[in-house]
Every structure is written in structure tokens, then in C-alpha cells.
């Protein structure tokens, strides 16, 4: 089944300790990217990555780090949380940049206290 | 910067009606334009995809249309059902990026 798989679904976690959130793609797509969702905000882009060791900043990268080594993988790195990085986070794939749909992961519920 | 409006406040409509939703861009020329539709605690699924040539797209009981000199898009649903209900996302699409709105929450009541 393709998909778009992030660990873990819900992560409560302290400020200042760091944490990864992963993501992997099995539909063999270039272009991946993170969101992150907050009521009355919608979906925000944080990073994305057009192809393997290729990665750029979306509109909100501050606080968040992301490698792209493998073309399926695509993790999230917080290396010092903080109680504003409390969000819905989710991962996308699609095939050919942004010009076709974009597949999502079932997102990732962080809370930093 | 640019910006999307999308209703704030929930649509309710009775099952079997047509559902209208609404999608407002400003300070953008998107190359095309998407709809998601997400449920609770879940991820966006995709719609439909419209591009700035397209007056109108079609699937099933979805229609699109996309005005770019009003800066618009609106998005039905015709016989609608309850299972209709849900959060729907319209995003902007250009170079490396998408821009959703925040979505607007349809509920179809039997």
C-alpha cells in the first residue's frame, strides 16, 4: 500500500530535550516536506526536500532541522523543543515537486512542556 | 504576503444538498490550485487539483472552478452526505511550495 509513515503518532516531551520525529515514503517520490498545523493557522510548511541531500526552508524552519540521505526518509530534528513548537506535524510526498498531489502522512502530535 | 481565507465558521447543510465552500487568495498568481479533505486527527487527503487555465474540474460529485481575475475558487458538493462531513483545505500551488488555507468545516446533517 503506498504510503507515508511518521513515528511516533504522539510524543509529550520536555523543553530543551531533543527529539526526532521520522518520516519514510514508499512511493519512490523526490520532492518531501513538513508541515506543522495550528488552529485558525493551517497548514505551514517548515522544510522541504526536492531530492536526496537537497533541502531548503519552507516558512517557518526556526527551532527545526531536517536531512534528506535516502530518497524514502525524511526526518524532523528539534534539537532544543520549546513550549511554542507544541503542534500537529505532518509529512508530505509527491512525485514531481508541488505541481501534483501531495500524499500525507497521518501526522505527528507533539507537546513540549 | 500572501494570504488565504477560507470560512471560518462551519457550513451546516441537510444531506442531499449542494455544499459550497469558498476559497480567497490575495497578493498571489498560484500556477494552480488544490483541495484536501482532512478529518479529525488525521492527515489531508487530496481532492482535486485545478490549473490556472481550467475554468472548472469535475470528479464524481466534487466540482472546482477557479476565477483568477476574482481570485477565487469555489469547491461543491452535490448530493451531499453525512460521510461528506469534514474539514476541507484549499491550497495554492507555485514554484517548491503549497499554501493551505485553514480550512472550513463541513457538517451534513440527515
Known amino acids: 500500500e503506498a504510503q507515508v509513515t511518521q513515528n511516533p503518532r504522539y510524543l509529550i516531551t520536555v523543553t530543551g530535550k531533543k527529539l526526532t520525529v521520522t518520516c519514510s515514503q514508499n512511493?519512490?517520490?523526490?520532492?518531501m516536506s513538513w508541515y506543522r498545523q495550528d488552529p485558525g493557522l493551517g497548514l505551514r510548511q517548515i522544510y522541504y526536500?526536492?531530492?536526496?541531500?537537497?533541502?531548503d526552508k519552507g516558512d517557518v524552519p526556526e527551532g527545526y532541522k531536517v536531512s534528506r540521505k535516502e530518497k524514502r526518509n525524511f526526518p524532523l530534528i528539534l534539537e532544543s523543543p520549546s513550549p511554542n513548537q507544541t503542534s500537529l506535524y505532518f509529512c508530505?510526498?509527491?512525485?514531481?515537486?508541488?505541481?501534483?498531489?501531495?500524499?500525507f502522512g497521518q501526522g505527528t502530535r507533539l507537546t513540549v512542556v | 504576503s500572501q494570504k488565504i481565507e477560507q470560512n471560518s465558521e462551519a457550513l451546516n447543510i441537510q444531506e442531499g444538498k449542494t455544499a459550497t465552500l469558498t476559497c480567497n487568495y490575495t497578493?498571489?498568481?498560484?500556477?494552480?490550485l488544490q483541495w484536501y479533505r482532512q478529518d479529525p486527527g488525521r492527515g489531508p487527503v487530496f481532492l482535486l487539483l485545478?490549473?490556472?487555465?481550467?475554468k472548472e474540474k469535475r470528479k464524481e460529485r466534487l466540482k472546482v472552478t477557479f476565477d483568477t481575475t476574482l481570485k477565487q475558487s469555489l469547491f461543491h458538493i452535490t448530493a451531499s452526505q453525512p460521510a461528506d462531513s469534514a474539514t476541507y483545505l484549499c491550497?495554492?500551488?507555485?514554484?517548491?511550495?503549497?499554501?493551505f488555507g485553514a480550512g472550513t468545516r463541513l457538517a451534513v446533517h440527515p
Open positions: 508530505a510526498s509527491s512525485p514531481r515537486g508541488q505541481n501534483t498531489e501531495a500524499f
Open positions: 512511493m519512490n517520490h523526490e520532492y
Open positions: 526536500s526536492m531530492n536526496v541531500e537537497v533541502t
Open positions: 497578493n498571489y498568481s498560484p500556477a494552480y
Open positions: 485545478i490549473r490556472e487555465n481550467e
Open positions: 491550497a495554492l500551488g507555485g514554484y517548491n511550495k503549497l499554501i
